[in-house]
Antibody, heavy 124, light 108 residues
Framework: EVQLVESGGGLVQPGGSLRLSCAAS????????MNWVRQAPGKGLEWVSY????????YYADSVKGRFTISRDNAKNSLYLQMNSLRAEDTAVYYC?????????????????WGQGTLVTVSS | EIVLTQSPATLSLSPGERATLSCRAS??????LAWYQQKPGQAPRLLIY???NRATGIPARFSGSGSGTDFTLTISSLEPEDFAVYYC??????????FGQGTKVEIK
């Protein structure tokens, strides 16, 4: 069974840092692109960051660029999100999600599956 | 930036009824649109991708249609487990895909 399990969320003060992890199982992690997507309380979904299967290509949403760093360890089947200079507006449930392609020549633009999410609360 | 507008915000229906959800893009996204279902306290689940392709394991009562700027998710006969929030997502400016604001399908 394909499974993604996030951890590392919690309460942090504005300006603080937090590192999220996502443990993958049930598939060949090193063959798949991965993403972080977040959802503020009671709000919609926002893509945060993407990393290619090898880790060589990375993208960020403008809202987190320069503050967040995505990485992966294929030997440990794990995805990470280092979040620095956190702001109140970063408060959200953070999901890791595997990239899904329609075909071999299409980008892995869809998200399937998703982990259960981890809550990050930025507050003093 | 491409903006996706979903309507209605809330759809009140009874089990067994047909649900029709709309997603409109501010500019053409070709057929690069997906639909997700999210139940309370759960992660989203991919239902439809490329406007009309059902994801693995998704029941046939879910169908998607449309291209360009206007898209529809249809649930042919609502089951109790289908009451949830549904989001559309476009990938024309991948990887910066954007989501709609969601449509809540609630029990009437």
């Amino acid at each position: 069974e394909v499974q993604l399990v996030e951890s590392g969320g919690g309460l942090v003060q504005p300006g603080g840092s937090l590192r999220l992890s996502c443990a993958a199982s049930g598939f060949t992690f090193s063959s798949y692109e991965m993403n972080w997507v977040r959802q503020a309380p009671g709000k919609g979904l926002e893509w945060v960051s993407y990393i290619s299967s090898s880790g060589s290509t990375i993208y960020y949403a403008d809202s987190v660029k320069g503050r967040f760093t995505i990485s992966r360890d294929n030997a440990k089947n794990s995805l990470y999100l280092q979040m620095n200079s956190l702001r109140a507006e970063d408060t959200a449930v953070y999901y890791c999600a595997r990239g899904h392609s329609s075909s071999w020549y299409d980008p892995p633009a869809w998200f399937d599956p998703w982990g259960q999410g981890t809550l990050v609360t930025v507050s003093s | 930036e491409i903006v996706l507008t979903q309507s209605p915000a809330t759809l009140s229906l009874s089990p067994g009824e047909r649900a029709t959800l709309s997603c409109r893009a501010s500019q053409s996204v070709s057929s690069y649109l997906a639909w997700y279902q999210q139940k309370p306290g759960q992660a989203p689940r991919l239902l439809i991708y490329d406007a009309s392709n059902r994801a693995t394991g998704i029941p046939a009562r879910f169908s998607g249609s449309g291209s360009g700027t206007d898209f529809t998710l249809t649930i042919s006969s609502l089951e109790p487990e289908d009451f949830a929030v549904y989001y559309c997502q476009q990938r024309s400016n991948w990887p910066r895909g954007t989501f709609g604001q969601g449509t809540k399908v609630e029990i009437k």
